[in-house]
C-alpha cells in the first residue's frame, strides 16, 4: 500500500516505479499519430519509448498543466477536449489568451461535426 489517497503525480509513487516499468514493458505502445505533450516537461513525445518514459515519470511527478496549455497553443492546436469527468480544465483555460476551443467529454455532442 502507499501512503497516498491519489494515486497520481506524486513523489510518493517513486518506489513502485520498478513495478511500473515492468508492467509498462509488457504493453504494445505505437509511436504517436498526432503530437502528444508531456505535462511534466512539455517535450513533444514523438516513438513509443518517448510514451513509455512519459507513463512511468508522470506517476510520480508533479505536471504542469498551464505551461503544458501553451505549449500546445505554440504548436497551434486550436481544439482542446477534457477527458476528466469534471469540468476543472476546460473552467481554467478560459483564463489562457489564445484563439482556441475547449470542450469536456460530457459535452462532445456540441463540438461542430462531430456526429456521433
Not at 512539455?42 to 513509443?48: D, E, G, P, R, Y
Not at 477527458?83 to 484563439?99: P, V, Y
Amino acid at each position: 500500500m502507499l501512503p497516498i489517497t491519489l494515486p497520481y503525480h506524486s513523489k510518493f509513487t517513486n518506489n513502485s516505479s520498478d513495478k511500473i516499468r515492468d508492467v509498462l514493458s509488457d504493453i504494445d505502445i505505437k509511436p504517436p499519430v498526432i503530437k502528444i505533450v508531456s505535462c511534466v516537461n512539455q517535450k513533444v513525445l514523438s516513438t513509443a519509448q518517448d510514451i513509455r518514459d512519459e507513463l512511468l515519470i508522470n506517476v510520480s511527478h508533479s505536471i504542469n498543466w498551464y505551461k503544458t496549455m501553451q505549449k500546445m497553443l505554440e504548436l497551434d492546436v486550436d481544439l482542446f477536449v477534457e477527458c476528466g469527468m469534471s469540468k476543472s480544465l476546460s473552467q481554467l483555460a478560459k483564463f489562457i489568451d489564445g484563439n482556441y476551443r475547449i470542450y469536456n467529454v460530457n459535452n462532445f455532442s456540441k463540438i461542430p461535426g462531430y456526429n456521433h
